[in-house]
């Protein structure tokens, strides 16, 4: 089984900035990739950015130029740095890892963490 902790959310006012962070652990053999969701209060599950093993990244139309997903120096974890937010980015961000552990594939989810932007 992998964990992932999040950290990072809060609260910031409209056009500040926040930086997500997400660590794996558990018996991690390769990560093919990593990636954030978001889910709006009524709303589905949304990707926001996603980064590969090859590190080839793709984002959500809607924060392309503001948000930027990278791998952190410490193995297997992953930020994302969110710049310029809008009150319609509140919501809560969601981390998300696949790949493979000693004991077959995994996709999981973290527990999430809440951002609201908001004067």
């Known amino acids: 089984q992998v964990q992932l902790v999040e950290s990072g959310g809060g609260l910031v006012q409209p056009g500040g900035s926040l930086r997500l962070s997400c660590a794996a652990s558990?018996?991690?053999?390769?990560?093919?990739?990593m990636g954030w969701y978001r889910q709006a209060p009524g709303k589905q599950r949304e990707l926001v950015a996603i980064i590969t093993s090859g590190g080839r990244t793709n984002y959500a139309d809607s924060v392309k130029g503001r948000f930027t997903i990278s791998r952190g120096n410490a193995k297997n974890t992953v930020y994302l740095e969110m710049n310029s937010l809008k009150p319609e980015d509140t919501a809560v961000y969601y981390c998300n890892a696949a790949g493979r552990t000693g004991y077959g594939p995994f996709d999981d989810w973290g527990q999430g963490t809440q951002v609201t932007v908001s004067s």
């Open positions: 558990g018996s991690i053999f390769s990560m093919n990739a």
